[in-house]
């Protein structure tokens, strides 16, 4: 896709454009469009928005978002997204969820009006409104991934690995939100070398982490790096459904879930 746009005309902070370049790009991603040019993304106040709504839509009211297409343009604009701050933030308070939050949910309700989504009944608001949040759910996922994968990247460099020279760096994600690290730290009598995973898990465990939700592994190679046996068995302690980014050093990972990697897991419950 192209650039985004981004201007603030208001004294309200909002949105970074690299935070709004990700989110517009997954959207399009997601909604299979790729579209040249420009997309202008302006936050303004409620007088400027009365005035848009006056001109265009012949009406008095105060709005919290409009959208505009222009049609695509590999050297221009293609389109526009006007997001009212005040709106934004009034509905933020009325509907308890953070404002950034609210302000991606109109960015997102703007572009889908641009790809050809339309609210004018009430089958086609919901609609429109269901696949709003349904993008702004996945994109959320996609972001945690890209940090967790990030974070095992870094804590990779720290690894000490001097007779495999095989660098590991895990991140591991827990429910509360919390992310610890881990690097493999390996030992001349080999068996008391701890794997990054193992690391990352004690250090959770330490501080009281017990449910998780997500653990990214990369190590030095192109191929995807996975958990190996002895790793899956002490994750599948605290439950199966902790998703796997396996990773490679470019960035790329798959995931599956760890009952998917360790079937018959080895279990005292029953016994």
């Avoid at 297409?69 to 009325?94: H, K, M, N, T």
């Avoid at 004018?120 to 890209?146: F, G, I, N, Q, W």
Wanted: aromatic content about 8%; hydrophobic content about 45%; some cysteine.
């Amino acid at each position: 896709m192209g650039r985004v746009e981004v201007t603030n005309m208001t004294k309200t902070r909002v949105l970074s454009r690299a935070l709004l370049q990700n989110l517009v790009a997954f959207v399009l991603g997601s909604e299979h469009q790729d579209l040249a040019g420009t997309l202008a993304i302006t936050f303004i106040d409620e007088e400027h928005m009365r005035d848009v709504k006056r001109r265009f839509f012949q009406e008095d009211t105060v709005g919290d978002v409009v959208s505009f297409f222009y049609g695509e343009d590999p050297d221009g604009v293609w389109g526009e997204i006007l997001v009212c701050v005040p709106r934004a933030l009034e509905q933020s308070r009325e509907q308890g969820v953070p404002f950034a939050e609210e302000l991606m949910f109109l960015v997102v309700h703007g572009l889908l009006h641009l790809l050809g989504y339309d609210d004018d009944t009430e089958e086609r608001r919901r609609l429109m409104m269901e696949r709003a949040e349904e993008l702004l759910a996945a994109y959320r996922k996609a972001e945690v991934r890209k940090r967790l994968v990030e974070q095992a990247l870094r804590a990779r460099e720290f690894a000490y690995a001097p007779y495999s020279r095989f660098r590991v760096g895990a991140a591991l994600l827990s429910r509360d939100g919390r992310i610890f690290t881990g690097c493999n730290v390996e030992n001349a009598s080999f068996g008391v070398t701890m794997c990054a995973e193992r690391v990352a898990l004690g250090r959770a465990v330490a501080e009281g982490a017990r449910e998780f939700v997500a653990i990214a592994v990369v190590s030095d190679s192109e191929s995807f790096c996975f958990p190996c046996g002895l790793c899956r068995q002490a994750l599948a302690e605290f439950g199966l459904d902790i998703e796997v980014l396996a990773g490679a050093r470019d960035g790329r990972f798959v995931v599956q879930r760890l009952r998917e990697l360790l079937p018959s897991t080895f279990s005292l419950q029953g016994v």
